[in-house]
Nanobody
């Protein structure tokens, strides 16, 4: 399966953005999907993930209460709604797909990656 992330942009602190991760070349339904972000010179860090059915999610402490992950398997797409954005959220955001049932907060837990989308939040 191929993944394509979109929806990034440049916003002000406090604004919202909605990222999309669309799958092609296969259905996204069999996969859990996660979002990671990468700061310059740093390793990719876990942001959130959602299981195959969409009933279970997990969030990094830094985004809890502000970010929401959801999925629409019929549209082969996973979404990341980001509210109350902060300058420290500025990063490249990546979506990834995993066949693991549990324990998906490391990049090596994911076998399929989309290209990144840049999110820039100015104060």
């Amino acid at each position: 399966v191929q993944l394509q992330a979109s929806g990034g942009g440049s916003v002000q602190a406090g604004d919202s953005l909605r990222l999309s991760c669309r799958a092609s070349g296969g259905a996204i339904r069999p996969y859990a999907v996660g979002w990671f972000r990468q700061f310059p010179g740093k390793e990719r860090e876990f942001v959130t993930d959602i299981n195959r059915s969409g009933f279970a999610t997990d969030y990094a402490d830094s985004v809890k209460g502000r970010f929401t992950i959801s999925r629409d398997n019929a549209k082969n797409t996973v979404f990341l709604q980001m509210n109350a954005l902060k300058p420290e959220d500025t990063a490249i955001y990546y979506c990834a797909a995993s066949r693991q049932v549990t324990g998906r907060n490391r990049p090596q837990d994911y076998g399929y990656w989309g290209q990144g989308t840049q999110v820039t939040v100015s104060s």
